[in-house]
């Protein structure tokens, strides 16, 4: 790094630190909530760090419906497909940029300010809020 320049680490989700779902225990039944006349499932996720997490899917008209996303989840989670998380285009590039380009990858300063010029300028602008 050039001497006197210092690059500041951004905040970001402790989930991101995670690593992959490699299993999961299904919860209960699927769960009316009366509040909001929605079914809900709920399982608790082993992650690839060994931390278990339980996550919630609601908002579902009916118990059937609830049931096939249910199975879908099962099914996604089976095949290593299952993203129990959703970020915004901003959070995954803080992450991306600081811990997985600068620390894990050693790319160069001056290739980390040209890409951290492109996501400040042009894609935090456009698509900063959108999620993923």
Do not use: H
Not at 4 to 17: H, L, M, Q, R
Not at 58 to 76: C, H, M, N, V, Y
Not at 86 to 111: A, C, G, P, Q, R
């Amino acid at each position: 790094m050039p001497k006197g320049k210092s690059i500041e680490k951004p905040a970001v989700k402790d989930t991101f630190f995670l690593g992959s779902v490699v299993s999961c225990l299904p919860g209960g039944s699927i769960s009316f909530i009366k509040s909001r006349k929605r079914y809900s499932f709920r399982f608790e996720l082993i992650f690839q760090s060994g931390v278990s997490k339980s996550i919630q899917r609601g908002s579902f008209p009916t118990r059937k419906e609830a049931q096939l996303a249910r199975d879908e989840a099962l099914i996604q989670i089976c095949r290593k497909q299952f993203v129990p998380y959703s970020y915004t285009v901003k959070e995954f590039y803080d992450y991306w940029l600081w811990y997985y380009m600068w620390n894990e990858k050693d790319i160069s300063y001056n290739i980390y300010m040209t890409y951290r010029n492109i996501i400040l300028n042009y894609i935090d602008p456009a698509l900063g809020q959108l999620t993923v």
